[in-house]
């Protein structure tokens, strides 16, 4: 089998719109907990956290560069075991992103097609980025590249619709509360962050693998820049308390101004970014999660998984939450929190025990690597 | 294995020929363009009045050229024990699909914002296909006189109230013009109490000289989310200018020596700097106005030498007139114990640990509050003559 390969700008790409669709659409450092205007405090913490949950994840990847990490697994921790974190590795990617696409799906349900079956919504996107991950990593890299400019572009525009509303009075008292709301408040998105395992996956696709964790702390980097500005605009324009009480306050937010009589409702620009975003989000996530499955039972080519795979990822997204009081409950930094830290750091606490040991037994066998 | 590729695909595509899920035409939409809110307290019902644009005489415009055979929009009201139901009690007598998007006001009668805008704004909040860049506005007198008689100069009521508020606030600052938006960041910041521009619905006939059903003037003073009281339109300016929110105000005085005759001055443009200061119970407000003002109209006086002295003897009394609107609107504000300056949030965002301690008494700290105004104003320009006419 040919090997494919995507360049580390490409994954940079990738990364970026992971972190930015579904974190930006729903802005849990507002609507999380109780931070209100300290919402961009919170998206500065949350950036601090994800740099120490990449290092994690991107520290042990480029250690082994040439694996990914159900080959690192099953060496570090042996067959069985490293088969099973393995697996609650790619557990996560099926939960979290069948969480992001329902989202997606409540988004379009509740704002434009109140009529159209969940189902329907879903499976598009599912089918759609099944096709993507079925085509390779190499496709979706491209698709990476096609679609940032758009992209960023929507974002940008998005925010600048706004610039004649803002009251930037909105954003004080600056910390009047202490750092606990704004802490509280980057709980959930700094939990969100285990879908960046994915790097673990697609380490070895890349052209210059070492450079892998400069590569994904530049992604982070840039994409935390842009919700600290999302949140802070939210807040100048909506106000707090209407922010955190939307359910998706990025759209409220462009929903709500006009910038000119002639050029009004462009939330249609937002809701473009967010379906691409989702797109290469879920495209990365179902080839990660067909080629990990591939390698756990020893499957040699991991196309013929990723149309069964859709499967479970359409049911699992609709039987995700019943309703949004659900999706907001769970939301919650107490709920989210301890289960999207315990998917990082369970597997990877076990991981980096694994390859300390490997250092002590073998000290020789890591100078070659 | 190519043809069944292709079978496969021809058939997921058909799945695409049907179009959308279901259609809406917008021909068969009813295009809601103003929204009034009101509140039987008799009957327990929330009470509805929309205009809506007549889909008949659009087409006929269009098709037919000349003038339209129908009225360009229709009037129509119901009641409901919601907001949303008052409206879906409407649709069992319409022909056609009620559509928000398109409002471009919303207007409340008195009787609603006495008790309260909170359940209204909660359904526009709720409501998808609500834009939150409509206009708001209290009515003194009946909702239906806005939505139901003609405006001379527009084809719909929405329209034409959009039009209306943002002209008279524009140019007369006498009205602050607040969107759905603005209303609820209003309503969520501590220490601000939310104003509205008041619609004064008048009767009006069929005519050339038919008055316009609506006069914007003053406003509609809210202590949280009920309404207390009105502002004049004096005491609205003076808000807007504490506010900072004046675009052009015009001024008329009587000269005093040694000038003499009326003159109008027109604000162009202010900038207002407000500080908080609080030592134990006592709050002093101090407002800095610098304003620029321009001569309009300088009827009567004869001897007006636009030079050193009577110059700046006119700019202090100008700026004795802007002092005496704000000190209008603040003593109005103390009497209805309501923030539409928002001092209180001023001290909330400089001082929250301050704002902490107040806040529970902020409507008698308000009462006794010391507001020191100090207004500055500029006369820079003449308009295009410096003297006025002179018949020998």
Known sequence: MRTEKIANRQLLLIVYMIRSTVIIATLPVLTSADALQDAWVAAIITYAGTVVIINIIAGLGVRYPQQTLVEFAHRLLGKWPGKAVAMLVLWSFLHLVSVDIRIYGEMILSEFLTETPLVFVISTMVLLSAYAAYMGVEVIGRLADLFFPVFVLMVVASLLATTGAWRPENLQPVLARGLGPPLRASVTPIAVSAELMVLAILIPSLTQPREALKTSLVAITLASLTLVLVAAVVVATLGAEAGARSVFPFLRMIRSVGITEFLERVEAFATLAWGLGLFITVSTFMFCGARGIAQVFGVQDYRPLVLPMAVPWVVLSIHSFEDMFQLRTFFQPRIFGPYGLALILVPYGLLWAGHAFQGLLHPEKRKRL | ?392
């Open chain 2, 1 to 392: 294995m190519k043809w069944q590729r292709l079978v496969v695909i021809g058939l997921l595509v058909s799945v695409l020929l049907g179009g959308c899920w279901n259609r809406r035409e917008p021909e068969l939409l009813a295009l809601i363009t103003a929204v009034g809110f009101d509140y039987d307290a008799e009957a327990d019902r929330y009470i509805i009045h929309l205009a809506v644009v007549n889909p008949l005489a659009t087409q006929a415009g269009e098709t037919g050229g000349g003038a339209p055979t129908t009225e360009m929009f229709w009037s129509i009201s119901g009641s409901g024990f919601t907001p949303f139901g008052a409206l879906r009690n409407l649709e069992g007598s319409t022909t056609r699909e009620l559509y928000w998007a398109h409002a471009r006001v919303v207007i409340i009668g008195e009787g609603l914002a006495r008790r309260g805008i909170e359940d209204m704004l909660e359904f526009i909040e709720r409501e998808r296909q609500f834009r939150l860049t409509a206009f708001l506005a209290v009515v003194d007198g009946p909702i239906a006189r806005l939505v139901s008689q003609a405006y001379p100069l527009e084809e719909e009521p929405g329209e034409a109230l959009d039009r209306q508020i943002l002209l008279t606030s524009l140019n007369l600052a006498t009205i602050p013009p607040v969107t759905l938006r603005q209303a609820s960041v209003v309503l969520s910041r501590p220490g601000l109490d939310l104003m509205l521009p008041r619609l004064e619905a008048r009767p009006s006939h069929s005519g050339l000289d038919a008055p316009n059903p609506a006069r914007a003037s003053g406003s509609a003073v809210f202590s949280g989310n009920r309404m207390v009281g009105w502002f004049t339109e004096d005491e609205t300016r003076g808000r807007e200018v504490i506010t900072g929110q004046l675009r052009r105000a015009t001024l008329e005085l009587e000269m005093e020596k040694p000038a003499t005759g009326r003159i109008a001055v027109e604000l162009v443009s202010a900038k207002t700097t407000v500080a908080a200061r609080v030592s134990g119970d006592c709050v002093t407000i101090d407002i800095d106005i610098r304003a620029d003002g321009r001569i309009q109209s300088h009827a009567g006086g004869m001897d007006l030498e636009f030079q050193g002295l009577h110059s700046e003897a006119l700019e202090r009394q100008v700026g004795d007139e802007v002092r005496r609107l704000v000190e209008k609107a603040v003593n109005r504000a103390k009497v209805l114990e309501a923030d539409v300056f928002g001092f209180g949030e001023l001290i909330y965002r400089t001082q929250p640990r301050t704002w902490e301690r107040i806040k529970d008494e902020w409507p008698e700290r308000l009462r006794e509050l010391e507001v020191n105004t100090n207004v500055r104003v500029t006369i820079t320009r003449t308009g295009l003559v410096v003297e006025p006419v002179r018949a020998r």
